[in-house]
């Protein structure tokens, strides 16, 4: 079976839905137009319609079939994608993440702080920060595809335009020429893709201390 | 003298319900009446809710049976069905109110006789479900039902059924408990986590995906530990009463039948008389009637059916399209029986469907059905349509 | 395996049903309430703002008390003081908009503070 990576977003409900919704469905759409398989799916067990209530948005990308498809959530994300910083203090973000993953947050502050809040931050091997509010200031509320329902406002008009550029450019999952086909606001994308600040952590530290720290994940 | 309807009621009046809650509908409709006069001769003392419909009439039972009263509604028909929504949080939630049901058939085309088929469809929403035979066993299910409800190893709502027309509108003899009888034998409710202004707790909250299987889980393990209470329940009731049921399955001239009648509901009566008939004609007939449809009594059936050569399931409901294009009973009974080396055949008969009458006639048609299925060793047909 | 299992003692082919101790549902589901000790349901992570009082200009008006959906001012009748339930505010800001007082109650970025919001591994 080959390689599925899995990404979560993590967003706010009803004022970031759409934004974090836009974000999984962009790189799915992406991902499928570069002739991957792709999913992309709300996790139903949340409640995006609580304002503020924290949600998770899946996407899977794979060379081949995706097998695992009605797997309800993403046990070991490699990738986690934050939309809105205080998250981070409220949810073990990095939960069920294998060692040498990738956090990126939508923030103004910096990488150093964001790593305080962050008691398993040695998972990580990459950390980067995105101020999408600054590049776009645009938070889509739209209710029309949400609960699994076809969106008809388009894709990629707010937020969600530099942050999947950031995680193109961090992550190199997917390629800045499938994203412009998809999102709305593509000069966005663009100065998500070009702003990010990234850091990395050397490898074999990480793993070492990673693999010490074990992973703890399965329920 | 008195109704199934008159029956109910005083069963009601005996327990001393604290909160009822009505609505019309044809034939259970007169419980109501015969309850609304008690409490307005004040010869009960209970608060008497007139709900604008059933889904009102559950709803409010519930609350009542919440905040720690003994709640009492009931229904018929597509009254029955139209409170729907609420069968599976009340037992969910642990509510141990009554509903008493006088049976009668879905819509359409509006037809008000009897048919088992109202209460059948809640059967898998975690209630008690219990059928009476006549006006005596209403009021004595009525007073069981809240005994084994309320004790503290079920806490469940139950459904105390009796057909409509047949049982609710036609007088037979009924003796009453002495009050000193209900005392000993039901023992006031007792709720577990009552609503209280000192003790706060909420009701019906949301619970996660992954709390829903344990729940289910647990529910489940409720209805292992059911049938314990309900022998328990039949056995006080017979020594201070002295009325003895058998628990699960009442057997009428069962032990050595080569054929049997299995059925629960008003026209058992008649399905009794035509045993007598048939074995003065040397027929071993004999008949099985079944006292609860929840629990099922899986292992009491195959105890009592499995010597027998033939069986005639009498419906009484529909499973249109089911496993054997018929009843619902006829699929419970086959699994019960399925795990005996030497099993009986099994077919069934649809009949006293919209309240019409299963005649005598009726009976020895089946009883040859039975005894050709005996002679040949097979079933040719899963069910039989009485008079088509 | 409860106590009352009997049936599926006695009898075969009902099995056991064990329910994990960690997953057991509270019987009926009936839970402690109101939400200020309903420790399975904790939401101060839905906050990204907390309300944030200058105990200098609270007038005790109490409107903060009455306003919040979760019970989070609690007034300490001892000490003539309100204390903030952080475990469960959801910075709704309902209070603020109450408050009687200009810079009594303001809102202050949640990631402007160390702790106070209890992580938990899902979303609620």
Redesign the interface.
Known sequence: MAKVHEITVWA??VLQDKEGRDVINIFAKAAQAEGKHAQAFD?Y???PD???????KYVRLSDEEITHKYVYTNDKPEVVVIC????V????VL?GMEPGGTLIINTN?SID?MLK?LPNANLLATIATVDADAITGVRTVDFSGSEGGVDTTGIGKGIAAPIVGAVAKVTGLIKKESLAKIVSDVSGMERGYNEVKIKHFKPAVAELVGAAAGSKTK? | MMTGCRAAAEGAKSAEVEVICSFPIRPYTAIMMELAKMVANGELNAEFIHGEGEHAQLSVVLGASAAGARAYTGSSGVGVTYAMEIYSPMAGGRYPAQMSIADRTLDPPGDFGSEHTDAMSTRDQGWLLGWACSPQEVYDNTLMSYRIGEDHRVMLPQMVCQDGYFISHIPDKVTLGETSQVKEFLPPYRPISPLSLTNPVSHGPQIRPDQGAPMDAMRAQTFLAIPKVIEEATADFARIFGRKYDPFVEQYRLADADIAFFIMGAHSNTARAAVDKLRKEGVKAGMARLRWVRPWPTHQLAEALGHVKAVGVVETSTSYGGAMRGGNLIHELRASLYDLDDRPLVTSFMGGLGGETIWPADFDYMAGVLSKMVKEKRTDRYVYWLGM | MSKEDNMAKALPGYGTIDVPKDRVVPFGAVTPAPVGTQKLFQTSNWRVVRPVKDEEKCTRCLQCYLACPDACWVYKEEDDTLEWVGDFCKGCQVCIAQCTVDGALVAAPELDFEGGVVRLEKPF
């Open positions: 706010r409900g996790n067990e949340d409640l609580r304002v503020l209530v924290t949600v998770r809105e910083a205080t998250i203090k409220g949810i073990d939960r502050r702080d809040l329920r």
